[in-house]
């Protein structure tokens, strides 16, 4: 049984930084992409980075220059850092992994509030 599990998030002022992490685990043979998104409140889920197994990642527009993405194969986990927080970063972080276990399958782990007040 894979799980993801985020943490990290909290309550901080614009301007702040924040570390989220998503942790892995169960029977893991092998990642593919992992990604955060988030999701606030009356919006739709959005894709904020992604990272390959290869390493190469992405960001949304809103966000390059302000977070990275990393990812420490060695421990099954995937981290968000997330400098310049601003007031629009608020919402709920949502941790996906398309990996293999008994076959490929996608992940999602249960959230991470963030919230950013002006």
């Known amino acids: 049984q894979v799980q993801l599990v985020e943490s990290g998030g909290g309550l901080v002022q614009s301007g702040g930084s924040l570390r989220l992490s998503c942790a892995a685990s169960?029977?893991?043979?092998?990642?593919?992409?992992m990604r955060w998104y988030r999701q606030a409140p009356g919006k739709q889920r959005e894709l904020v980075a992604g990272?390959?197994?290869?390493?190469?990642?992405n960001y949304a527009e809103s966000v390059k220059g302000r977070f990275t993405v990393s990812r420490d194969d060695a421990k099954n986990i995937m981290y968000l850092q997330m400098n310049s927080l601003k007031p629009e970063d608020t919402a709920v972080y949502l941790c996906?992994?398309?990996?293999?276990?008994?076959?490929?399958?996608?992940?999602w782990g249960q959230g991470t509030q963030v919230t950013v007040s002006s």
């Open positions: 996906y992994a398309y990996l293999f276990s008994s076959g490929f399958h996608d992940y």
């Open positions: 169960g029977s893991i043979f092998e990642f593919n992409a």
């Open positions: 990272i390959t197994s290869g390493g190469s990642t």
